[in-house]
Structures are given as structure tokens and as C-alpha cells.
């Protein structure tokens, strides 16, 4: 077997004929195969018919399923891999799917594995668009898709005809930056002018331009970060996802963090490229302020700017199509800063 790529725990290798035993005992577990296919097990000869059919579509294709190892232990941990859906070429979709052995589950294997996969089918084949495929009540797997940053699509017929919940990522959603723009205040100011328009005022206490476009002079990504203070969020949901997507926002709704509503407008398959976050939250919340203060701080200490400039270089170029791992590699200068605000008692000036 030869190595097809590597993970930070994670060997992944193309199949052999001499995979059989592994695969075998992989696929007629009813535990693994239950959200798969038709649920049922595979008998020995029926792998065997796929390990025959993916070994010569692997071969035609440079992709496929490839078996899976632990760096630490050598031991089989399951599938994962890229191919066109249902193995059929005469169509140009192209798929991410894994299957672990049982006694994988839990380790964050299955996002390590799509993160890792993301990252090479954009580098190495011509497509601008990746998904994948989950059966409706496969929770477990629908929460590894949105942490690997692929986003729901909704529910479509797939190729075997099941009803399944499908997920996208695109490669011009990657993450990009990009020299200072003085036009970006200006951007900001008619956005923050379209809402407060567009929203209800008596629900309505604040809106600030947060994030690097932001700060003057400061390379970010050329997105312009908006956040809103509001009385309550569950008085305001229902209105802010009707009211933002008549201004062409899409609301996050597998968001997982309470605290805030978040939408984007531009985002692909929306539009081009993204072109404005919003960030609604009540002000007792941490974002509120702390989105605020970390602005203030930079804008009042360049060598501060300077340094986290410096540190989103390295991490766009790292984790181009992982917004997860780039924000939390952030987290550790973001909460340096805001100590060192806490301690002086006082926002910048």
C-alpha cells in the first residue's frame, strides 16, 4: 500500500487486495454499516466485488476510499476517502465519506479525516465544490460535517434513491487575505445604515464594525465583520433571519453557540465570495464586549496589530479551508490581549 496522505494522528493508504480481512470485518460490522447504504452488513464476497471495483476505479482516478492507521499503534481504524458520488465518473460531483471501526469512535477521528481530506481534494483536483451525504438521523455524523466546516444544503434524493441530509464546502470560501482597504469604514457605515433601516429600533441598542477591517492598516480578510447589540435573541430570531435574508444574508442555523446569531452574505453557492458577517448579541454577553475592546486594543497598540497580522498569515496559509482550527489558533493571542485589558481596568484610548 502506498501512502496517500497523512494526518497529524492519521495514516491513510490506498487499497490492496491484501485489504480484504480488514475490510471485511469493517463493513460486516452492523454497528458501523447501520447508517450505511441499506444498513445491512456485507458478506465476505461483497466486499470483495467493491474492493475490486475501487482498486480499479482507484487506479483511473488517482482517488478513492483508502484505509485508515493510527500514526501511534499501526492499528486499522476504517475508511475514509474522495470519489465521485457512488462511484460513478459520468457525473462531476465529487464525495467525502469515512466509516471507523466501533472502537475509533470518539477520538475526533472522523473530522480529523474530513479536515484532511477537504484540504487535498482542493489542492489536487479541479473542483470547486466538495459535499457530502448523511442519512437524516445520523446526528452523530451531521455534527462532524458542520465541525469540518461543510455547510447544510438541505435534504436531496441520492444516487441510490435514499432521502439524505446534504453538506457543502467550497473552495472559493477558503480562507483569504488581503491588504487594508480604506474603502472597507465606508462599506461598513452603509451596511450598519441598510440594518438599523431594516430592523426593529426599540429592539435594536447598538451596532458596531468588529473584526480586522476594523483596525486601520491591518491585513484581513476582506469581510466586513458587523455586530449588533440587542435586547433579547429570542425576541429578535425570528425577525432578524426574515428581515437579513431579504438583504441577501443566509442565517447559520447549525450555529452551536448560544450567545449569538450569526449570518453571511456572499458565501458561496449564495455568491461569489463572502462580503459581510453580522453578529447579533445581547450586550451582557462576552462577544459584545470583547469584540469591541479586542478592536479598541489593536487600534491603539499597532505593535499588537502588527504581531496578530502576523500570526493570521501563518494560519491562513495552514488552515486555508479550516475556519475551526484558524479561529481557535487565534484564541490564545485574542485571550492575552483581553488579560491585558482586564488588568489595566480600562479600554484603550
Not at 448560544?258 to 451582557?284: A, C, D, N, W
Not at 493571542?333 to 488579560?339: Q, S
Amino acid at each position: 500500500m502506498s501512502v496517500f496522505l497523512t494526518t497529524k494522528r492519521l495514516i491513510l493508504k490506498t487499497q490492496e487486495y491484501s485489504d480484504l480481512d480488514n475490510l471485511a470485518a469493517l463493513r460486516s460490522d452492523p454497528d458501523v454499516m447501520h447508517y450505511i447504504g441499506d444498513g445491512i452488513p456485507h458478506t465476505k464476497a461483497e466486499v470483495q466485488d467493491f474492493l475490486n471495483m475501487a482498486i480499479a476505479y482507484q487506479e483511473k482516478q488517482g482517488i478513492g476510499f483508502c484505509l485508515v492507521f493510527e500514526k501511534e499503534s499501526g492499528a486499522f481504524v476504517g475508511q475514509a476517502g474522495l470519489f465521485h458520488i457512488g462511484y460513478c465518473d459520468a457525473q462531476p460531483e465529487i464525495e467525502i465519506a469515512y466509516r471507523l471501526c466501533k472502537k475509533f469512535w470518539g477520538k475526533g477521528y472522523a473530522t480529523e479525516l474530513v479536515k484532511a481530506l477537504i484540504a487535498w481534494g482542493f489542492q489536487h483536483l479541479s473542483v470547486n465544490k466538495l459535499i457530502a451525504a448523511v442519512k437524516l438521523e445520523n446526528i452523530a455524523s451531521q455534527k462532524v460535517l458542520i465541525k469540518a466546516g461543510l455547510d447544510y444544503r438541505g435534504k436531496r434524493a441520492w444516487y441510490d434513491g435514499r432521502e439524505m441530509r446534504c453538506y457543502e464546502i467550497y473552495k472559493n470560501d477558503g480562507i483569504e487575505l488581503v491588504a487594508y482597504d480604506e474603502k472597507w469604514p465606508e462599506m461598513a457605515a452603509m451596511e450598519i445604515k441598510r440594518l438599523r433601516a431594516a430592523l426593529p429600533q426599540d429592539c435594536v441598542l447598538d451596532i458596531q464594525h468588529v473584526g480586522s477591517t476594523a483596525i486601520p492598516g491591518s491585513l484581513a480578510k476582506p469581510v466586513i465583520d458587523i455586530q449588533i447589540a440587542v435586547v433579547s435573541l429570542p425576541i429578535i430570531k425570528p425577525m432578524a433571519v426574515v428581515t437579513l435574508e431579504a438583504l441577501g444574508y443566509q442565517y447559520w442555523a447549525e450555529n452551536p453557540d448560544p450567545e449569538r446569531l450569526f449570518f453571511v452574505k456572499g458565501m458561496p453557492p449564495f455568491g461569489k465570495k463572502r462580503t459581510h458577517h453580522v453578529h447579533i448579541v445581547e450586550p451582557s454577553s462576552k462577544h459584545w464586549q470583547g469584540k469591541i475592546r479586542f478592536r479598541d486594543y489593536l487600534i491603539a497598540h499597532p505593535e499588537a496589530a502588527r504581531e496578530y497580522e502576523e500570526l493570521k498569515r501563518k494560519l491562513a496559509l495552514k488552515y486555508r479551508y479550516d475556519r475551526e482550527s484558524y479561529t481557535e489558533e487565534k484564541s490564545e493571542f485574542i485571550n492575552g490581549i483581553m488579560l491585558k485589558v482586564e488588568k489595566t481596568g480600562k479600554w484603550p484610548v
